[in-house]
């Protein structure tokens, strides 16, 4: 796995939605490396290049709005010759509770509007995925407003504590090591 994105919205007043799981991921997995993403404006994003357990990758998080955040994959992907097989992408899932943490192979956007477009930029399904589970408002007309607030201090301690065991994969997935990773994750 050569680039780890986080999915997200910039700005202040996204910055602890729901939303913004993959932002948080990244932020996390950044500073446990000892990396810190600055921006580039050429990549739409702020990027690092991290080092785990002597691999090196690169995280990204966009700085374009959810929306289009395949233009920044797509830049920075085809910049790097990366192909979207080495991409993992981690995002906020509504159909996941919170806690919940799961990596995955391909699949479609499932109605997530960021995931849709790196589909679109990227020309393939194929990539990695982390799934932050940020569970549903159990109505979809009140998806979007649910997305793009804050969760209830216990829901954001629970997404934590499955963003820390995500995290404890992840040197299994730098390492190519996927299939081992998922099954770890999943069986935590």
């Known amino acids: 796995m050569q680039l780890i994105v986080g999915l997200g919205n910039p700005g202040s007043e996204y910055a602890q939605t729901r939303h913004n799981a993959g932002f948080w991921f990244v932020d996390e997995l950044a500073a446990s490396c000892g990396c810190s993403p600055r921006n580039e404006t050429r990549f739409h994003a702020e990027v690092a290049r991290c ?3 002597g691999r090196d990758f690169r995280v990204q998080k966009p700085t ?9 994959v797509g830049a920075l992907a085809n910049f790097l010759r990366i192909p979207p ?3 993992l992408v981690v995002h906020d899932e509504l159909d996941l509770p919170p806690g919940t943490a799961r990596l995955k192979r391909g699949g479609g956007h499932g109605g997530h509007n960021g995931l849709r477009d790196l589909i679109s930029h990227l020309g393939t399904q194929d990539f990695l995925r982390l799934r932050i589970g940020i569970g549903h408002p159990g109505d979809r007309r009140e998806v979007v407003d649910y997305v793009l607030h804050r969760p209830s201090r216990e829901d954001r301690e629970q997404i934590d504590a499955a963003m820390q065991r995500a995290l404890d994969v992840i040197p299994l997935a730098v390492a190519g090591e996927f299939e081992r990773a998922m099954h770890k994750l999943h069986t935590i």
């Not at 374009?64 to 920044?72: K, L, V, Y």
């Open 51 to 53: 080092s785990l357990q």
């Open 64 to 72: 374009t709005f959810m929306n289009r955040s395949g233009q920044a």
């Open 85 to 87: 097989a080495e991409i």
